[in-house]
């Protein structure tokens, strides 16, 4: 297998546990060496055999992530592109459905001319050849590539195999390896347990393995002792054994990193010549999260999923970028749509997002709340599925339809207002068919989010398989309703706002995915500061 020495690779591995923070590690890393002139990329391999994560429930996986290109992802692409203010492509995650779905489509092509297909070396050479794409096609100085899973997971042992071989055919001088792991704390005794974090490496080491850096997470220091303990142990130098402590914000990582000497270690250990590093504009962004000058907004997030709260990091994100935006501090509290009653009191909160999704379950509770944001004048925005229960919620109290609804609900219903996009309606497979990806709106003259974005035409990413019922345009934008966002052909509707209200913008798309620490995205900066102004009105 051709490989290229150009590009160098950094693998990051877990053990112990799962959900460690690979992600914001590698994310982390990523940003710290952008800083100091080093263009980087970074991707996730998922070892679960779905093709994508488009079809998986949030409850077990979090957030399904999507890209320009229509890619539906790993969460982890957002927290990548958030810190390293870069967009990704679908090439970026890679998961073992997809390996074993090309490797199995070529059999069937005869491309491997009668051999015997086999884990090692069809499959682990696809998985390097998914690397390597990305190296070539992103032109970057260093790939960081996160596996996902737990060093002993079964499903995780073809992508392990892969690194290993790959780090071997670039060369150690260009290929290193970073394993977190964790240190518990242990009240009875007092003091960080490193055995733990010794097995991790030993069952590494029997991969043919050898970890280059051990990032501990804990929620203590790590005193010198601990240090050199795991480093004798675990056959790496002690300056290479570093803290990753729990930070209070996801933003302080980096930070935090950077104290521990992480880009200095790397270069040392890989060749690269770092630059003088730049002023990193997370120093400035933690400080006004730390200490806001504009008091503080209260934000409900009423939605399906709320018992996964991963189902909604890039809205959480998304919020605490427009927070910052506005030199506020905002408290978000979640409230599951199934459990709106006459005892939700919405005018608690300063402004109430409510999110998309998918299925039937909430969904009357998600409807009636917006009908109390609607009549109370609290700043309101769906998003998605929310800006489609805005449409359901008006026309059945605004327009006098009774039982408005979406077909996804009741199939029979006497005013469709929400429906299947026409080329949606007779699909046989569910995975990757929705309107995924960029595609453009034009904003209407004299409207809110013309005002809000300050320009005519604007891209955002979609995910979604219903869409505003035109036949009941009329209808609806007769009482109040105004239909201000359109694709360029009028074939979907894309936004809409209710006439007099303080705020209230539905969104066909998923804004929380465009934003970043650095530049909010418009919309929510506008939300937040709505719901700052709401606070201030009410005080």
């Known amino acids: 297998m051709p490989t290229s020495i150009t590009t160098k690779f950094i693998f990051v591995?877990?053990?112990?546990?799962?959900?460690?923070?690979?992600?914001?590690?590698?994310?982390?890393?990523?940003?710290?060496?952008?800083?100091h002139g080093v263009s980087v990329s970074v991707m996730k391999l998922d070892p679960y055999i779905n093709i994508d994560a488009g079809t998986m429930s949030p409850f077990q996986h979090g957030e399904v992530f999507v890209t320009d290109d229509g890619g539906e992802t790993d969460m982890d692409i957002g927290h990548y592109e958030r810190f390293l203010d870069k967009s990704l492509t679908?090439?970026?995650?890679?998961?073992?459905?997809?390996?074993?779905?090309?490797?199995?489509?070529?059999?069937?092509?005869?491309d491997y001319l009668g051999s015997t297909?086999?884990?090692?070396?069809?499959?682990?050479?696809?998985?390097?050849?998914?690397?390597?794409?990305v190296a070539k096609q992103s032109e970057v100085d260093l790939v960081i590539v996160e596996v996902g899973g737990t060093v002993g997971d079964i499903e995780s042992l073809p992508f392990l195999e892969a690194i290993r071989q790959l780090s071997a055919q670039v060369g150690r001088e260009n290929s290193?390896?970073?394993?977190?792991?964790?240190?518990?704390?242990?009240?009875?005794?007092?003091?960080?347990?490193?055995?733990?974090?010794?097995?991790?490496?030993?069952?590494?080491?029997?991969?043919g393995i050898q970890a280059d850096m051990i990032v501990c997470r804990t929620s203590r220091p790590l005193s010198r002792e601990v240090?050199?303990?795991i480093g004798m142990f675990c056959n790496v130098p002690s300056e290479y054994v570093i803290e990753g402590r729990t930070r209070r914000y996801l933003y302080e990582v980096p930070l935090a990193l950077e104290k521990e000497g992480a880009p200095t270690l790397v270069a040392k250990r890989l060749g690269l010549n770092l630059g003088p590093a730049k002023a990193?504009?997370?120093?400035?962004?933690?400080?006004?999260?730390?200490?806001?000058?504009?008091?503080?907004?209260?934000?409900?997030v009423i939605g399906k999923y709320v018992k996964q709260q991963d189902a909604y990091i890039s809205i959480h994100e998304a919020i605490t970028h427009g927070s910052i935006a506005n030199d506020v501090k905002a408290e978000v509290q979640y409230v599951s749509s199934e459990d709106v009653d006459s005892q939700l009191d919405v005018t608690s909160f300063d402004g109430v997002i409510v999110p998309g999704g998918f299925g039937e379950r909430g969904i009357e509770g998600k409807i009636e709340a917006i009908r109390r944001l609607r009549n109370s004048?609290?700043?309101?925005?769906?998003?998605?599925?929310?800006?489609?229960?805005?449409?359901?919620?008006?026309?059945?109290?605004?327009?006098?339809?009774?039982?408005?609804?979406?077909?996804?609900?009741?199939?029979?219903?006497?005013?469709?207002?929400?429906?299947f996009i026409p080329d949606q309606r007779n699909l046989e497979q569910k995975g990757a068919t929705m309107r995924l990806g960029l595609y453009p709106a034009?904003?209407?003259?004299?409207?809110?989010v013309r005002k809000v974005y300050g320009a005519e035409l604007v891209y955002e990413r979609h995910r979604h398989r219903y869409e505003f019922n035109t036949a009941f345009r009329a209808q609806i934008e007769e009482a109040g309703m105004k239909v201000t966002g359109l694709s360029p052909d009028e074939r979907y509707v894309e936004m809409v706002e209710v006439a007099g209200h303080p705020f209230f913008v539905g969104v066909q798309f998923h804004p929380e995915l465009l934003s970043r620490p650095m530049r909010p995205h418009p919309l929510f900066h506008a939300f937040v500061e709505a719901c700052r102004k709401a606070r201030t009105a009410r005080r």
């Not at 290193?176 to 080491?205: N, R, W």
């Not at 034009?442 to 809110?448: E, H, T």
């Open 117 to 133: 297909v086999q884990v090692i070396p069809h499959i682990t050479n696809q998985i390097k050849s998914s690397i390597q794409l």
């Open 377 to 419: 004048g609290i700043p309101f925005l769906g998003i998605c599925l929310g800006m489609q229960c805005a449409v359901i919620e008006f026309a059945r109290h605004a327009c006098k339809m009774g039982k408005a609804n979406s077909t996804e609900f009741d199939q029979a219903t006497e005013y469709p207002v929400i429906d």
């Open 280 to 300: 990193n504009e997370f120093e400035s962004l933690v400080e006004r999260l730390k200490e806001p000058k504009n008091g503080t907004v209260t934000i409900g």
């Open 442 to 448: 034009k904003l209407a003259p004299a409207s809110l």
């Open 227 to 229: 240090r050199e303990k």
């Open 13 to 35: 591995t877990g053990g112990v546990i799962s959900s460690l923070g690979k992600g914001i590690f590698a994310a982390s890393l990523g940003n710290l060496l952008k800083h």
């Open 90 to 110: 679908r090439m970026n995650n890679v998961t073992a459905g997809q390996i074993y779905w090309t490797v199995l489509n070529r059999e069937r092509r005869g």
């Open 176 to 207: 290193m390896f970073v394993h977190l792991t964790l240190i518990p704390y242990v009240d009875a005794s007092g003091e960080l347990k490193t055995k733990p974090t010794q097995h991790s490496v030993k069952e590494l080491q029997g991969l």
